[in-house]
């Protein structure tokens, strides 16, 4: 463990999916945390976190989880930060570390800023790092390992907080970088969620196509429309907030991919070879060098397997 990795007395996870069941399996395995509090407001998770032995202390009482701890990570979809950040923030100590997981910052900081109490910093975080599988099973103390996080601390948080901040994400084995939020939803418009939409879009458009039978697309999905589907198998609720939230970053990505789009139908119409063999060239590269920098492997089961906790 990295030695700004010193242990927060009080952890408080809100919301046990994927990523906050890893964050808290993360935070007891390297000893980040000396108490660890999960709320969720959804019962069953409630009563599987308990099972696992995820957490010191379980409630869906988000006032009274956060209540004296040194470390708050809201891990809900970012549609609802703003909603939980007001219910919590009377409740959060002087001295306290506000932060979250949403992929998308500058609406975070929005939403959450208005509602942050003297004394509490907030820094903003976003572990790149998922499986498209959700609930607190799902989680793996592993998951953040080699993996980036990105902190967008707002101009004049304390310095202390977002050293401390960093010093847990290096602890749960991630590379952390910082950003401003805006230059960080730019970025992940066209590394996350435009490859997210168009994965939604290509599935949808299979699935509605009245010559190829459902028995047809799951007997022939060995090939690119499998690695599709993996995609649009991530939670429904978290995308649709990410795709509202971010919608300006999306939609220039967006409009930048149809002109390439364009240029690329032209190239098949006209049988350019040369054209296409060049973008293939070029982009096969970019996939060798994700996977020489380890943000990748080229195992069948891209390196998302879970270790044993």
């Not at 190239?267 to 060049?278: F, M, S, T």
Request: charge should be negative.
């Amino acid at each position: 463990m990295p030695e700004s990795a010193a242990p927060f007395g009080r952890l408080a996870v809100v919301g046990l999916g994927l990523i906050g069941s890893s964050i808290a399996r993360g935070a007891r395995r390297y000893g980040l945390a000396e108490t660890i509090v999960a709320v969720d407001r959804d019962a069953g998770v409630r009563d599987r976190v308990r099972e696992l032995g995820l957490a010191d202390l379980v409630t869906d009482a988000a006032e009274m989880g956060v209540a004296e701890a040194d470390l708050v990570i809201l891990c809900v979809p970012v549609g609802a930060v703003g909603a939980v950040a007001a219910a919590i923030a009377p409740h959060l100590k002087p001295g306290a570390v506000l932060s979250d997981v949403g992929s998308v910052k500058g609406s975070v900081v929005a939403a959450v800023l208005p509602h942050l109490p003297d004394g509490v910093a907030f820094v903003p975080g976003h572990p790149v790092a998922g499986t498209e599988y959700s609930g607190p099973d799902a989680g793996f103390s592993t998951l953040f390992s080699n993996r980036w996080c990105i902190l967008t601390p707002p101009e004049g948080t304390d310095a202390e907080a977002v050293a401390r901040v960093r010093g847990f994400w290096e602890g749960l084995g991630a590379i952390v970088e910082t950003m401003t939020p805006e230059h960080h939803d730019l970025v992940l418009a066209i590394t996350s969620h435009v490859p997210h939409l168009i994965a939604f879009n290509i599935v949808g458009t299979a699935a509605d196509l009245e010559e190829v039978t459902q028995s047809e697309v799951i007997k022939f999905s060995a090939g690119g429309f499998r690695d599709f589907t993996r995609i649009a198998a991530s939670d429904p609720t978290m995308w649709r907030d990410v795709f509202l939230t971010n919608k300006d970053a999306v939609l220039e990505m967006l409009g930048r991919f149809n002109e390439d789009l364009s240029a690329l139908a032209r190239a098949i119409r006209w049988e350019d070879g040369e054209a296409l063999h060049a973008l293939f060239t070029r982009t096969r590269a970019i996939r060798r060098g994700i996977v020489a920098m380890g943000q990748e492997t080229a195992a069948p089961d891209f390196g998302r397997r879970p270790s044993e906790d």
